[in-house]
């Protein structure tokens, strides 16, 4: 059946937009930064995506020019070299071109454009390290200076802004969120004129009307949590939006490869989040492409393996709960670890050893490294390295998991589990060292509680016996390296076992606290870079939880040795230097915390000057770091205390303002702090370098 990609179109431009945009900002960083690989993994990260999302919709113009200057970035890959300025200028100069061509698509545009021959040509050049043309927007017909300024302005803009924005949205859907609004607005009135009442008549009607407000608020929580379930509906797209247009796309790859495959794409019901449905098709092409490519063998191989001559790629979708499962699947040729190994160890000269005693588990995670790629021949379609790396991490931008299955000679499947929405996630709360952490669920493979006597010893640590598989075992704070766990008493030690493609720890972790859906933030600003963290959520009590990063956990907890898992409780013993850090703000506190602790300094804190004296009181503190403005008693009162008492006076002390002023600056110096840090500026490096010239380290 012929796909009508005019319903596709929409999708097609505001994905190509965000695309452009983005290459036009690592481009820009790129110019700023001497060393720019990771600039170079996005650029050829999205110059693919580009180039395979126009080949779908047929553009293919668009589609060899994103080749041959994917070409050119994996030129420059390859050969380790620098982004040269002038490439970096001939990139925005071609999604210059691109942004023009995208626009006229809108308009009923078929995807050509003049300057393609002359493009094409300058990239050929570049990729030969001739001298090569970067700019190819012509002059502007001067009639535009007889416009308005208005006019001009307008235009202008139009060449920045897109609104794609939208959503179709059924009117039963917007009725029903009215419905439920208005029942709540009601329901709120009621408890407002409940409360009144209750004051009036405590003495003699308390207890009825408590049960009343007791009844209303329960009825005000649900209504509230119908409202938040109709507002996500709004988001939800059916599944099948992508499915057709796949199909279609992927028959033409086979055709262009000469391979003669069956495609089993059924319709799907399923909606899932228009955020996830947007990135969803880059993911399953390359995954289709891998199968037709890798996974799927020549006519002839078939024969000789008693196979049919057909080979069958099928793309499954189905729904448990609240995450939707996607399967793509075929029953071609299987992974061959034993050819990953080869190249591997060709690409990774550096870790022979530990390659060559890799298990199949280890060696599948090379497949979703960038640049990893087992054809030893590039092509339009393959050979690049660049597929699956972009499938991993498109899933994790989506907090989604990938699972691979595969036999040799039989055939591969990759399993990918996402959310149905992006709005909420469901996750297990667990305390570590008096501090609570949240895992995602679909990291999580099980939870246990086990004996101590259950773990076994090996050479690098301890496993445990799970349903006849060996799982490394690895205590929290190995990573964690915090100084305030107390040795447990208990033989009994709550263990989670955590899955990220394919690969399995256990973790062990003081107390399982609840499972709960819960609305993820993103982390505070000075934390942005710290990759341990996904982002955090606020418990019942307003206060902040770590959402753990759990790629990232296992990561660590994998690079870690026996000699890490030793040293474990050397680290658990008081540090050299204690640090009592003040300030009324939660956040502050903790990333201040943080921070310190990986220095190794010994960390307390307190809420505000009061708290803090009464810690100075109790414990000896080789330095106080304070913010100003606290209530209670703030910053200065709290430095004016410790000058003044004899068996504080010499503690140093480091103050940290929201803003310079040069009167509070002046007043901090005059009452003896020996540092003054901005939070505005405030960095990293600023903190732990003062910490240590006033500790002499």
Known sequence: MEIDKSLFIADYISESREILDTLDDIAIQAVKESRNAYCLKDILRHLHTLKGSSRMMEYVQIEKVMNHLENVFKNIESNQTEISTKTIQLLMGVS????????????????????????????DKAMEDEDF????????????????????AGAENSDFFHD???IKVQISQIDSILQSLDKLIMRQIKLKNEIESLKINSSSDGFQA??????????????????????????????DMILQPIKRSIVSEALKLNKN????IPHSEITIDKAILERLPAILIHLVRNSIDHGIEPIEERKKAGKSEKGKISVSVSQVSNRIFVSVKDDGRGIDYKKIKEKALALFPERESEIAVADETELLQFI????????????????????????RTEMDKLKGKITVRSQLGKGTEFELSLPASLATQDGLFVS???????????????????????????????????HNELIPIYDFDIINANSEKKASTNNEISVVILEYLNRKIGVMVDKILHYGTVVIKPVPP?????????????????????????????????????????????????????????????????????????????????????????????????????????????????????????????????????????DTYEKASKLGAQGYIVKSDFERESLTAKVKELLHE
């Open 432 to 466: 570590v060292s008096d501090n609570s952490y949240l895992i995602l669920s679909h990291y999580i493979k099980e939870i246990l509680t086990v004996h101590k006597t259950d773990f076994l010893r090996l050479q690098h640590g301890p496993v445990l016996n799970v």
């Open 96 to 123: 210059q071109v691109i942004h023009t061509v995208i626009d006229s698509l809108e308009k009923g545009g078929d995807g050509t454009f003049a300057e393609y021959e002359e493009v094409l040509q300058s990239i």
């Open 133 to 152: 043309k970067t700019d190819f927007v012509k002059n502007k017909d001067k009639e535009a200076d007889s416009k308005s300024a208005e006019e001009n």
């Open 261 to 264: 495959i069956d495609f089993d």
């Open 526 to 662: 000075l934390l942005k870079d710290f990759n341990a963290l996904q982002g955090v959520v606020f418990d019942e009590n307003y206060r902040i939880i770590p959402v753990l990063n759990i790629p990232d956990t296992i990561s660590r907890f994998r690079v870690t040795n026996v000699y890490d898992v030793k040293n474990l409780e050397v680290r658990k013993m008081p540090k050299i230097h204690s640090v009592l850090v003040v300030d009324d703000s939660h956040t502050t506190r903790h990333i201040e915390q943080i921070i310190l602790e990986a220095e190794n300094y010994n960390v307390s804190t307190a809420v505000d000057g009061i708290d803090a004296l009464e810690k100075l009181k109790e414990h000896k503190f080789d330095l106080v770091i304070t913010d100003v403005k606290m209530p209670r008693m703030d910053g200065f009162v709290l430095l004016h205390n410790i000058r003044h008492k004899e068996e504080l006076k010499d503690i140093p002390v480091i103050m940290i303002s929201s803003v310079f002023e040069s």
């Open 210 to 239: 408590y049960q009343e407000l007791t009844e209303n608020i329960t009825v005000l929580e649900n209504q509230s949590v119908d409202i938040q379930k109709n507002i996500i509906s709004l988001r939800m797209l059916p599944f």
């Open 164 to 166: 794609s924005q939208t």
């Open 368 to 391: 979703f490294v960038s640049g990893f790629s087992t054809k030893d021949v590039q092509t339009e379609l393959s050979g690049r390295g660049i597929g699956l790396d972009v499938v």
